[in-house]
């Protein structure tokens, strides 16, 4: 990884927390208000569907198929995120399957950093500034490397990034009556607070989803299930499940499992945006959780 590589992924990591420090005295000295909080709430659930839907679901495990134009749509929200460029994203996270918690994971907190803390804090944050955006786009995401357009969206990135700024701010400006104070609340919050929150419950599926929680599958790697981080992850906290089931389109499997992203495949679904959505019955996951049972 390049110095201008590292730098960028440490500000990443730095700016957003800086941002929550903003926020902080905004909200001490202002009192922040149900426009700023409204503002970030959008954004947030924007670009994080973007990631647990587009970004990962459709495009890293084709979990379901839709039309072209709402891939793209769901790469660019996905790229709202910050969370590196779609071709990034993609080959990261299918390099992680190929190699989960063993020799070759780009964020396994069990390989290469110790069994402690210091490996939670790899998988969480230290990959960003190590292995991020090193998976080779041509073997693991080859399907959008070959597609001009998804190559676009990703060539694109950085000014994803000002775009994931600007639209806060410029709502923050208007709602709160065209004032530069606005524009800085939207800006605040909407943007640098909202980008921190989804980066960091982004990195904790990495981190605390290989460490802490439950399993009941027979599986080889050390992924869990986190039912606390449900809700803010949008079902990607069900993470055991997915390893159990890559390819499946619902990481809650069972029916008290909230999944957000799951129930917007269904919606996706039910009105035709959405087909060959994979779905795990239940006698596979009887069998695979009896074979763990068993062994």
Not at 44 to 67: D, I, K, M, N, P
Not at 72 to 97: I, P, Q, T, Y
Not at 140 to 154: H, N, S, V
Not at 237 to 250: L, V
Request: glycine share 10%.
């Amino acid at each position: 990884m390049s110095r201008a590589e590292r730098t960028a992924n440490l500000l990443g990591v730095v700016v957003p927390f800086v941002g929550v420090l903003v926020a902080i005295v905004l909200l001490w000295n202002r009192a922040v208000d149900g426009i700023d909080l409204a503002i970030m709430a959008v954004m947030y659930v924007l670009s994080a569907v973007g990631v647990t839907v587009g970004f990962h679901r459709l495009l890293t495990h084709r979990a379901f198929q839709t039309y072209p134009w709402l891939e793209r749509c769901f790469a660019v929200l996905g790229s709202l995120s910050v969370e590196g460029s779609v071709l990034d994203w993609v080959a990261d996270h299918r390099k992680h399957h190929a190699h989960a918690d063993r020799e070759g994971d780009p964020h396994s907190p069990h390989v290469g950093h110790g069994s402690g803390l210091q490996g939670l804090f790899h998988a969480h944050v230290g990959w960003l500034l190590e292995t991020q955006g090193q998976a080779d786009w041509k073997r693991y995401a080859t399907e959008l490397y070959e597609d001009p357009k998804m190559k676009r969206i990703g060539r694109s990135f950085p000014l994803l990034v000002v775009v994931s700024l600007a639209v806060p701010t410029l709502a923050g400006f208007v709602l709160h009556g065209f004032t530069l104070g606005g524009a800085l609340r939207g800006y605040v919050w909407g943007g640098l607070v909202r980008i921190f929150f989804v980066h960091h419950v982004t990195w904790s599926v990495n981190s605390v989803c290989h460490f802490f929680g439950s399993r009941r599958f027979d599986i080889e790697d050390r992924s869990t299930n986190v039912a606390w981080l449900s809700l803010f992850s949008l079902g990607e906290s069900w993470h055991h499940n997915h390893h159990a089931f890559p390819r499946s389109a619902y990481h809650g499997l069972r029916w008290w499992e909230l999944d957000l992203s799951g129930l917007i495949i269904s919606a996706l679904s039910s009105v035709g945006l959405a087909w060959n959505v994979v779905r795990i019955t239940p006698e596979r996951q009887r069998a695979k959780a009896l074979a763990g049972a068993g062994g």
